[in-house]
């Protein structure tokens, strides 16, 4: 049984449009049934031991929020050892958003070619974190990574439904505001990967914080499904020793 709401994925094609500068984005609400939203923001990782991320972004502006557990495709292959100790609500929603049926759902409602997850993972922001306007690596020049996502994804788990802090889609003279979600309650905003998907969010003021996960899809030619457990992290670790040795 699904934890998404049965008009998901309608809503979210619904919500499908293009700016001016040609990104496919859209915005959602009611993403997950009530019951099951509840629980997800009562479960949401302690912020507390979020690691600190404070530095200028090399696709452009400064960013300073927390990032909690993750999986990261380009990093982990298919272990899911870095959000291992989510609860198992949460567990089971890292299995449905990786599932093969869920990822031909989004590319079918947000309009771009996907069909396999390139991250999951938890941030918080609390007052005085921002990110500037900027690109993924997924479409800066230069970038390396085996795995690129296509599309990007963002779930609000919060308990207030002002947007003061929502990711912002903007114009390339990176100012203008293109696209914003209306609420941060049970909500999703989603941008393509494109070169001038400008994003970012503002300041988060006094008395207001900011609970998303951050979700990606994008284009394997093999497609690897993440799974749990000791025998995928082992081999990750083989991998990795592998490539850097053939690095050297």
């Known amino acids: 049984m699904s934890n998404f ?4 994925f309608d809503n979210l094609k619904a919500s499908r449009s293009i700016s001016k500068t040609g990104v496919r984005h859209g915005f959602c609400d009611s993403v997950f049934k009530p019951d099951i939203y509840e629980r997800l923001k009562a479960e949401f990782p302690d912020p507390t031991k979020f690691t600190l991320v404070d530095k200028n972004d090399s696709g452009g502006g400064h960013k300073r929020f927390y990032v909690g557990p993750e999986y990261v495709a380009a990093r982990d292959y298919d272990s899911l050892h870095g959000v291992q100790s989510v609860s198992s609500l949460w567990k089971s929603i890292i299995d449905e958003v990786a599932s093969h049926h869920f990822i031909e759902g989004v590319a079918t409602a947000t309009g771009v070619t996907c069909n396999s997850i390139c991250n999951f993972g938890f941030a918080y922001g609390n007052e005085g974190c921002i990110q500037e306007p900027h690109l993924d690596g997924a479409i ?12 990007a994804l963002l779930l609000y788990i919060n ?6 802090s929502a990711t912002e889609l903007y114009d390339t003279d990176r100012k203008t505001i293109l696209a ?5 309650q049970n909500s999703l905003f989603f941008f393509e990967q494109h070169p001038d998907s400008w994003h ?4 988060v003021p006094k008395g207001h914080t900011r609970q998303i996960v951050s979700l990606s899809y994008g284009w394997e030619d093999v497609v690897s499904e993440p799974r749990w457990g000791i025998v995928p992290y082992m081999k990750m670790q083989s991998r ?9």
């Not at 020049?141 to 599309?151: P, Y």
């Open 200 to 203: 970012g969010f503002p300041l």
């Open 159 to 164: 308990e207030a439904k002002d947007p003061v």
């Open 180 to 184: 914003k979600g209306t609420t941060m």
């Open 140 to 151: 800066r020049k230069g970038a390396k990574s085996r795995v690129k996502s296509t599309v």
């Open 5 to 8: 709401s049965v008009s998901f």
């Open 240 to 248: 990795k020793f592998i490539d850097h040795f053939h690095h050297q």
